[in-house]
């Protein structure tokens, strides 16, 4: 069967068994990235092996898939469980190229902190889910007297499969995914914020991955959750995968954005936060982005010691941030995490057809494992 004929009976199979409506509950068929025999690095993973394994981190996820042309969704991530106005973090932001509508920086800038869930989504539902953020942050308990909020809201442009112009993000999907954010595994691939995102010109998505230091340089853990849109030529363990498998796909190469969460439960302030959140962009250059003019590319990274978090009962830190000479393995981690984060966004992201019929199939797995035997990468 030829590649026209393949394309066109994926897309009668989407159109009789739904698009992406059973895409994520079937996500667990695909393998990650590991699962497949990719590993990269040589820092071991969590227990999870994603954003989860820093203790007290959440995700939550709402997809919305209706009709023929909206595809997109809502992920929160959770620094803690309790009040982040009252109990804030440490945090920083890198800006890779931005080409973006990330909203919240400045005063993150200015701070170093953030007090907020951070909720990605879709390009134009940046204002929406904002006021959903604030809504929630207002009406929790403690928070009566609060006049100003800041809300970290990251973006990715998914209008190839999605009807972005109608923004069918609302406040309540806003609430409903910081409501249902989890520790655990989290569902990865086409949900949530990644449900019309596209990656390398396949299916993109959520993705996520964590290293974990020795005993001896002190267990840390980093953990790394990616939203994959960009473009580039793929690159799997330094294997030419994207040059391959282009030579037998019309599919291009896609320009867009990553936006890239960083946990770490090792005592960082902002400082040192934003020299951690500036690595990952190199783990994304490891998978063969050149971070395009119109790619909006952000780390947002934030340390869970308890020991570091400003509030309101507390005026000043009480806990011992690591020194500078402490950075090199979690410089380390956050390259690995970030690179894995994204092979496992587009391993386990499903195809999609979306708005205008417009088709996204996933990355032919098989196939791209016969491409790393060849080159030699896989464990």
């Known amino acids: 069967m030829g590649n026209k004929a393949k394309r066109y009976l994926c897309v009668v199979l989407l159109v009789i068994f739904g698009t992406g409506l059973r895409g994520a509950e079937h996500n667990n068929v695909r393998p990650r990235a590991r699962e497949a025999g990719i590993v990269p690095g040589v820092l071991s993973p969590g227990n999870l092996n994603g954003i989860t394994d820093v203790e007290g981190v959440k995700v939550g996820h709402v997809t919305l898939i209706e009709g023929k042309d909206i595809r997109t969704g809502v992920t929160a991530i959770l620094p803690h469980s309790g009040n982040l106005f009252a109990e804030k973090v440490p945090a920083a932001i890198y800006l890779g190229n931005a080409f973006g509508k990330l909203m919240g920086y400045t005063q993150v800038e200015e701070l170093g902190n953030i007090e907020t869930p951070i909720v990605l989504t879709n390009t134009l539902n940046v204002g929406i889910v904002a006021d959903g953020v604030i809504e929630y942050m207002l ?5 009566e007297n609060v006049m100003s909020i800041n809300p970290v809201v990251g973006e990715t442009n998914d209008g190839w499969l999605n009807n972005i112009r109608s923004r069918p993000v609302r406040q309540h999907h806003v609430r409903e995914a910081i409501e249902k954010a989890a520790a655990g595994p989290v569902e990865e691939g086409s949900v949530g914020a990644g449900t019309g995102t596209i990656c390398f010109g396949f299916k993109g998505g959520i993705g996520t991955s964590s290293r974990q230091l020795p005993k001896s340089q002190g267990r840390y853990t980093v953990g790394v959750l990616v939203q994959s849109n960009f473009g580039g030529v793929l690159t799997i363990n330094g294997a030419p995968v994207g040059t391959e498998l282009a030579a037998e796909k019309n599919s291009g190469n896609k320009s867009g954005s990553c936006m890239i969460v960083v946990a770490t439960d090792a005592p960082l302030l902002s400082r040192n936060l934003k020299r951690l959140a500036k690595r990952a962009v190199l783990g994304l250059a490891r998978t063969g982005s050149v971070m395009n003019n119109s790619s909006g590319d952000y780390v947002i990274a934030f340390s869970t010691a308890k020991g570091l978090r400003p509030g309101a009962k507390r005026k000043r830190v009480s806990g011992r941030p690591l020194p500078n000479s402490k950075m090199d393995l979690l410089f380390t981690a956050v390259v690995e995490a970030t690179e894995e984060a994204v092979y496992n966004s587009i391993f386990k992201a499903t195809a999609v ?27």
């Open 139 to 143: 009406s929790l308990p403690g928070n």
């Open 353 to 379: 057809i979306g708005r205008d019929n417009h088709f996204c199939e996933a990355l032919p797995i098989e196939r791209t494992l016969e491409i790393c035997r060849k080159y030699k990468v896989l464990k």
